[in-house]
Each structure stands twice: as C-alpha cells, then as structure tokens.
C-alpha cells in the first residue's frame, strides 16, 4: 500500500459525458501527479500541482481539467468523453524532488 | 527533455534463471533513475531508484540495477527469478534537483515459466 488513494476503482460511461476522478496523495506530500495508461500511448504524464497550484502541464488534452484543493486532494475532469479517452488513469504523490508514489488507478471506460 | 528506451517488450525466463531488463536514457541534465514493476490489474510499485552516490542500487524482492553514466544506461538485474516476478516493468527518468514528471518507458513485460 503506497498510502495513495484513488476512486473509482472502475468507472464506465458514454461518450460524451463527463467524469471526475479523485486522488487523496499520501499524508504529508504537497505534489499531486496525474498519468494516464494507454495501451497505445503507454505511460504519458498529464498535469502536476503543488500545494494547490498548476506546477506543470504534460499531453493533457483541453477537455481535461485537474485541481488541488486545500487538503491537498486533487480531482481530474474529464469531459465530452470520447472511446479514446479508455484508459488507467494514476495518482502520484511526492514530498519534494523524491520518489513519485503511485495510487491504485481509475480504469476508465467509454463505450 | 528526457527519453527512455527499453529495448525488450517481452522477456520469457525460466524459474530460478538469471533475468536483465535494459534500460536506457536520454537527457542533456542530470536525471534521478527509476524502476516500477505493475502486477496485473494493479498499480505501479517502485523497485528502486538512483539519484546519487553508489552507482549499484539494491531494490526489493532481490532486484538490483546499475547506473552507467557512459552507456546512459540503467539495467535491472536479478539472480534467480520467481514466478511471482511475473509482471510488467517500468524504467523511469526524472529531471535531478526538481519536483518533476516522470518520463516512463515502454515496459517490459517478464514472463516466467516453471
């Protein structure tokens, strides 16, 4: 256990909806990650926040929105869903430059 | 920008055989290495990292790799592999000295066999 926690474990929707999946980091680190795996794409880096503010922006597409809020949970929206956005997406945490702890991961799945 | 290379997307080995996984990486800065292994249906879990200092690192469940700054290499080794080792594994590079992304490889997926 990484002490990272994420839900949903699994999330099923339909194109065109909208999601938002919820990361809580370990107790204690200020930097939040968000990473999506595809199978096409692998392991591709999306959005970092520290102490509540966007630190830096990877592949994120402009459907896709994250916050960090004040007790440093973090939420990433992702919205008009399209097949291609299937994926595991993780949470990963960090207290400085250290390792990144990774969550469990959200399956997410459009049909 | 920093860039991974694991050249085997698939490593087949036979149970208590000797296993490596290549890794190799690309920066014109100083990088921190990692290494994730992700069982089935689970999430990424850190077998070890390099930052500084001695350049073999020991990790857990008998892992090890080697930090070659000539070769910009970073290749995991174990002696003698389990079936439990069976599982995808991740080479990670990071931008020394800053809270920043990962940049991950492709994954080699270890298959062992009795």
């Known amino acids: 256990d990484s002490g990272v926690t994420q839900t949903p474990k699994h999330l099923i929707t339909a194109t065109g909806q909208r999601v938002t999946l919820r990361c809580s980091p370990r107790?204690?680190?200020?930097?939040v990650y968000w990473y999506q795996q595809s199978l096409d794409q692998g392991l591709q880096f999306l959005i970092q926040?520290?102490?509540?503010?966007?630190?830096a922006k990877g592949n994120i597409l402009e459907r896709f929105s994250a916050q960090q809020f004040p007790d440093l949970h973090s939420e990433l929206n992702l919205s008009s869903l399209e097949l291609g956005d299937s994926a595991l997406y993780f949470c990963a945490s960090s207290v400085g430059d250290d390792t990144q702890y990774f969550g469990p991961g959200t399956r997410l799945t459009v049909l | 920008a920093q860039s991974v290379t694991q050249l085997d997307s698939q490593v087949p080995v036979f149970e208590e055989a000797p296993v490596e996984l290549r890794c190799n990486y690309s920066?014109?800065?100083?990088?921190?290495l990692f290494w994730y292994v992700q069982y089935p249906n689970q999430g990424l879990q850190l077998l070890l990292k390099y930052l500084s200092g001695s350049t073999l690192v020991k990790g857990i469940n008998g892992f090890e790799a080697e930090f070659n700054k000539s070769q910009t290499s970073f290749h995991l080794r174990k002696p003698s592999v389990h079936i439990s080792d069976t599982a995808e594994y991740f080479c990670a590079v990071r931008r020394a000295g800053t809270a920043s992304k990962l940049t991950f490889g492709t994954g080699t997926r270890l298959q062992v066999t009795l």
């Open positions: 926040y520290y102490n509540g503010e966007e630190r």
């Open positions: 920066s014109s800065v100083s990088v921190y």
């Open positions: 107790s204690g680190d200020l930097s």
